[in-house]
């Protein structure tokens, strides 16, 4: 039996709709044409932005999957929090490359 994935597009061509073997992930975009909701079967993913758009936090079932933070005025990811309390933080060098990752497990009490 041949099974067949069915996509639908928005004016702005992104992907809003996959359907397969009769489920379907629907996806939704804000104002700015950002990514803000995939609603699954059984799980919805919610993404939160800065106003640079940058991508501040992503949510899962509303339980926060990764925080991220960002230098001011659009700069440099510093860190990201994760969901699991592991954190990564980032330093830069003058070339604004990458130039050291601290990865961090907080200890839960």
């Not at 933080?89 to 990752?101: N, R, V």
Request: charged share 30%.
């Amino acid at each position: 039996m041949e099974q067949t994935t069915n996509y639908t597009y928005n004016f702005n061509e992104q992907i809003t709709k996959v359907e397969k073997n009769k489920q379907e992930t629907i996806y939704e975009y804000n104002d700015n044409n950002t990514l803000s909701k995939i609603i699954c079967p059984n799980k919805e993913y919610n993404f939160i932005y800065d106003e640079f758009l940058n991508t501040k936090e992503v949510k899962a079932n509303n339980q926060v999957l990764v925080t991220n933070e960002y230098e001011e005025n659009n700069g440099n990811l510093l860190s990201s929090q994760y969901g699991n309390n592991t954190s990564i933080a980032y330093t830069y060098d003058e070339l604004d490359k990458t130039s050291c990752e601290i990865k961090l497990k907080k200890k839960k009490c």
